[in-house]
């Protein structure tokens, strides 16, 4: 399975994200430059966190209207698999490819510590390999987390099950102590928290790989197995 | 050339960490008699004259400038003085 990892001017965990899949995992990967990038060879795009464009304007707002984010559309249109982390997430949310925004958080810190979550929905091809509920610890790095969106999209959330983790300790005010949704379609996840930097028990955790390993899994069932 | 003032706050509704600091900071320093404070954007820009400018500038700030799930937006057109 290939994957491409998108880099901004700012991104700052491409190499996290890409050294997971690659190293850990043993796929391939690739850093792709934002642009005159071209997106068909791959299986799956991961949006990396950061600072893209130093956070001018919005986080992501800047990224979400560049020329590799039509090629992202198009990807996520064709049911393959997009991840955005932290930064990626704002970018999605910028992008309109996830519903909601992000606010400051609560306490205006910068955050950088682990978080107790909890896999909210574990029938995704992203939490495929995680147990129902089960309750996971990733690192948080983030100023502005704070998942907001109305009531009416709260339940549309709710209804569709795209709700996927959520803080068992809210850290950052995020509504319905959301920390990472779904689309409906169930091929593009954001994800506020990093599971990239837990994918070695030896650096703190390694509850985050199965994140990879889902895609992969699901990937490989329904690709491989037909060949 | 046209002058265009964009303004840009957070809707009614959505809360504002940033302005609950500042209101805190204004408790402080003895002005007790702030109830709210909420904190927005101010953008210049200067724009060649076209036709339909208001429709322009509106689209920049529903595609860009303004976030239209957290923020809302008004701006000002006006003719830019030329320095």
């Given at each position: 399975m290939k994957f491409a990892v998108i880099v901004f001017p700012g991104s700052n965990c491409d190499r996290d994200m890409y050294h997971a899949v690659k190293d850990v995992l043993g796929e391939e990967a690739e850093l792709v430059w934002y642009e005159n990038s071209n997106l068909e060879n791959y299986d799956a795009i991961l949006l990396p966190g950061g600072f893209s464009y130093g956070d001018y304007l919005r986080s992501g707002s800047v990224a979400a209207t560049s020329d590799v984010m039509k090629q992202i559309k198009?990807?996520?249109?064709?049911?393959?698999?997009?991840?955005?982390?932290?930064?990626?997430?704002?970018?999605?949310?910028?992008?309109?490819?996830?519903?909601?925004?992000?606010?400051?958080?609560?306490?205006?810190?910068?955050?950088?510590?682990?978080?107790?979550?909890?896999?909210?929905?574990?029938?995704?091809?992203?939490?495929?390999?995680?147990?129902?509920?089960?309750?996971?610890?990733?690192?948080?790095?983030?100023?502005e987390g704070n998942y907001y969106c109305d009531e009416e999209t709260l339940n549309e959330l709710k209804q569709h099950h795209q709700i996927v983790f959520t803080y068992e300790n809210n850290p950052n005010g995020s509504t319905s102590d959301i920390a990472g949704i779904i689309n409906k379609q169930g091929n593009v996840l954001g994800l506020m928290p990093h599971p990239e930097r837990a994918v070695e028990a030896i650096i703190g955790s390694d509850d985050g790989l199965k994140v990879f390993q889902s895609i992969v899994r699901n990937w490989r069932e329904s690709h491989v197995a037909n060949v | 050339?046209?002058?265009?003032?964009?303004?840009?706050?957070?809707?009614?509704?959505?809360?504002?960490?940033?302005?609950?600091?500042?209101?805190?900071?204004?408790?402080?320093?003895?002005?007790?008699?702030?109830?709210?404070?909420?904190?927005?954007?101010?953008?210049?820009?200067?724009?060649?004259?076209?036709?339909?400018?208001?429709e322009r500038v509106k689209e920049m700030c529903d595609k860009l400038l303004a976030n239209p799930v957290i923020e809302d937006y008004r701006f000002e057109v006006e003719e830019a003085v030329r320095s």
């Amino acid at each position: 399975m290939k994957f491409a990892v998108i880099v901004f001017p700012g991104s700052n965990c491409d190499r996290d994200m890409y050294h997971a899949v690659k190293d850990v995992l043993g796929e391939e990967a690739e850093l792709v430059w934002y642009e005159n990038s071209n997106l068909e060879n791959y299986d799956a795009i991961l949006l990396p966190g950061g600072f893209s464009y130093g956070d001018y304007l919005r986080s992501g707002s800047v990224a979400a209207t560049s020329d590799v984010m039509k090629q992202i559309k198009e990807h996520a249109a064709k049911g393959k698999p997009v991840l955005g982390v932290c930064n990626g997430f704002q970018i999605l949310l910028e992008a309109g490819l996830l519903p909601g925004a992000m606010l400051r958080n609560k306490n205006l810190a910068f955050m950088c510590h682990q978080e107790a979550l909890r896999v909210a929905n574990n029938t995704t091809i992203f939490t495929q390999s995680y147990a129902e509920n089960e309750v996971v610890r990733f690192p948080i790095a983030h100023g502005e987390g704070n998942y907001y969106c109305d009531e009416e999209t709260l339940n549309e959330l709710k209804q569709h099950h795209q709700i996927v983790f959520t803080y068992e300790n809210n850290p950052n005010g995020s509504t319905s102590d959301i920390a990472g949704i779904i689309n409906k379609q169930g091929n593009v996840l954001g994800l506020m928290p990093h599971p990239e930097r837990a994918v070695e028990a030896i650096i703190g955790s390694d509850d985050g790989l199965k994140v990879f390993q889902s895609i992969v899994r699901n990937w490989r069932e329904s690709h491989v197995a037909n060949v | 050339m046209k002058k265009v003032t964009v303004f840009i706050t957070l809707k009614q509704g959505v809360l504002d960490p940033q302005g609950k600091a500042i209101q805190t900071s204004l408790h402080s320093l003895g002005f007790q008699e702030v109830e709210d404070a909420r904190v927005g954007k101010y953008i210049e820009l200067h724009v060649e004259d076209h036709e339909n400018v208001d429709e322009r500038v509106k689209e920049m700030c529903d595609k860009l400038l303004a976030n239209p799930v957290i923020e809302d937006y008004r701006f000002e057109v006006e003719e830019a003085v030329r320095s």
